[in-house]
């Protein structure tokens, strides 16, 4: 259950670096972008330490699927983008993924 935990590190981690990166303009900015190296690099380094106990293919989509949800919660509130039906179909099958694995596979470590 720690590297759950670890995992969860990294992911915000990752959704802080995105969003400094859509902030950074095009790496224009210095602390956005300072933000970004800091923020990637430090998601990295959480997501490797769950790899010990995490099937790589099970943390990377948990670590990838729950992201994209973050980042779109982000531009929704921070940069008042608005996703379309399309977008909120794909975003709850994603969901639907990251339940099954986490419930059914017998390769995520519980």
């Known amino acids: 259950m720690k590297s759950y ?3 969860l590190i990294a992911i915000v981690c990752e959704t802080i670096a ?9 790496f224009s900015k210095l602390l956005p972008s300072i ?6 690099g ?6 490797s330490l769950t790899l ?3 099937p790589v293919g099970i943390a ?3 670590w990838s699927g729950v992201g994209i949800l ?3 919660l982000v531009g929704v509130v921070w940069f008042k983008q608005t996703p379309d039906l399309a977008a909120i179909l794909g975003l709850s099958l994603i969901i ?5 694995i986490n419930v059914f596979s017998n390769t995520s470590a519980h």
């Open 5 to 7: 935990w670890i995992l």
């Open 18 to 26: 995105t969003s400094a990166l859509k902030a950074s303009d095009q």
């Open 35 to 40: 933000i970004t190296v800091v923020g990637y």
């Open 42 to 47: 430090a998601a990295f380094y959480f997501l």
């Open 52 to 54: 010990k106990h995490i």
């Open 60 to 62: 990377y989509a948990i």
């Open 70 to 72: 973050l980042i779109t």
């Open 96 to 100: 639907i993924g990251i339940i099954v």
